[in-house]
């Protein structure tokens, strides 16, 4: 069975479907919709974010597309070869990953980018379909605390035996992955210093040695 994504009409959570409308109304233009996932299911690295933007995946149907947090995303992982082509922020640019796919914890925009628990919840069931179609998955990166706890409680994990925190790396045995941890890359946390390029190019790199060397073993 190959993976499939929430449809337009997707009413699982009340609070989104309503904001959903608003900008149905607001935004004629935008894709308004649960976000599609991009990449390839045959990628060894899945990366999740918590949500689209409003004005970024939300207007454009592709993660961290049109978003600041993708400008700092994309070009990363093309430095590290796991993509290629230009990033110009439209879902027809022609950019294209590398055995990596990106998608988010959450399909729809939230109001205030603010994701509920129980709108996580409702959502697992795509990620669990998600992770369960990816044949040659490796590593989950997760980007935030939100999408760290969205994938251990999908997979079925407790919480508390897998703290987030940048730069870690856990081992989900029943899986056989790991799970790796980075702030978000969105604006606040550049900003602000939170996280920098420079971190989050650490976290690449060393996803990669990683990677490269599970394909050894």
Do not use: W
């Amino acid at each position: 069975m190959s993976f499939t994504p929430p449809d337009k009409s997707c009413a699982l959570c009340p609070r989104l479907l309503a904001f959903r409308e608003q900008n149905i109304a607001k935004f004629p233009t935008y894709y308004n919709g649960p976000v599609e996932p991009f990449g390839s299911l045959d990628a060894q690295v899945l990366i999740v974010g918590m949500a689209p933007g409003l004005n970024g995946a939300n207007q454009t149907n592709r993660p961290f597309t049109n978003d600041y947090a993708g400008d700092v995303l994309y070009p990363t992982l093309k430095k590290f070869g796991f993509a290629k082509g230009v990033y110009q922020k439209r879902k027809d640019d022609g950019f294209e990953l590398i055995n990596v796919r990106v998608t988010n914890a959450v399909r729809c925009v939230p109001p205030q980018n603010k994701v509920c628990t129980d709108e996580a919840k409702n959502c697992g069931r795509f990620l669990l379909n998600e992770i369960s179609d990816m044949p040659n998955l490796k590593i989950i990166l997760s980007l935030g605390s939100v999408s760290h706890q969205a994938v251990l409680r999908t997979l079925g994990y407790k919480l508390s035996e897998f703290k987030f925190a940048h730069g870690a790396v856990h081992n989900l045995k029943k899986h056989n992955l790991l799970l790796i941890d980075s702030y978000h890359t969105s604006r606040y946390n550049i900003n602000t210093g939170v996280l920098t390029q420079e971190m989050f190019e650490k976290i690449i790199a060393d996803l990669q040695k990683i990677l490269e060397q599970q394909c050894k073993n």
